[in-house]
C-alpha cells in the first residue's frame, strides 16, 4: 500500500524553526511532485509549498516565502519542509502530497491519482 508518513511536527516558540520530513513508500515518488499543505482548525487546506519531481522547480505560497524552504532527496524518496521564523498563525496540521503534475499538486493535489499523508501538528507558541 502506497504510504506518505510525515515526522518531525511539534511545539516552538515563535521565531523558532522546524524541519518536516515526508518519507514515501515507494520508488515511484521519486518521480512525482511533492509538496506541503496545511490547515488550521476552522479553516480550509491551504497550499504551503510544492517541488517538482527533479527538485529543479519549487513553488511557495506568500505566507512561506522567504521563511521556508522545500527540498527533496530522491534516493530517500522524502522531501522536507525547513521552517523558520515560525509565527503564531503557522499553527495547523501539515500535510504532505504526491502526485505526478506539479501543476496539479500545486492546484490542490485533487483527484485519484494524488496521495496524501496522515498529517503532523506544529503548533507555534507567542
Known amino acids: 500500500q502506497v504510504q506518505l508518513v510525515e515526522s518531525g511536527g511539534g511545539l516552538v516558540q515563535a521565531g523558532g524553526s522546524l524541519r518536516l520530513s515526508c518519507a514515501a513508500s515507494?520508488?515511484?515518488?521519486?518521480?512525482?511532485?511533492m509538496g506541503w499543505f496545511r490547515q488550521a482548525p476552522g479553516k480550509e487546506r491551504e497550499f504551503v509549498a510544492a517541488v517538482s519531481w527533479s527538485g529543479g522547480i519549487r513553488n511557495y505560497a506568500d505566507s512561506a516565502k522567504g521563511r521556508f524552504t522545500i527540498s527533496r532527496d530522491n534516493a530517500k524518496i522524502t522531501v522536507y519542509l525547513q521552517m523558520n521564523s515560525l509565527k503564531p498563525e503557522d499553527t495547523a496540521v501539515y500535510f504532505c502530497?504526491?502526485?505526478?503534475?506539479?501543476?496539479?499538486?500545486?492546484?490542490?493535489?485533487?483527484?485519484?491519482?494524488?496521495?496524501w499523508g496522515q498529517g503532523t501538528q506544529v503548533t507555534v507558541s507567542s
Open positions: 515507494e520508488r515511484t515518488f521519486s518521480r512525482y511532485a
Open positions: 502530497a504526491a502526485g505526478p503534475s506539479f501543476e496539479g499538486l500545486r492546484g490542490g493535489a485533487n483527484g485519484h491519482d494524488y496521495y
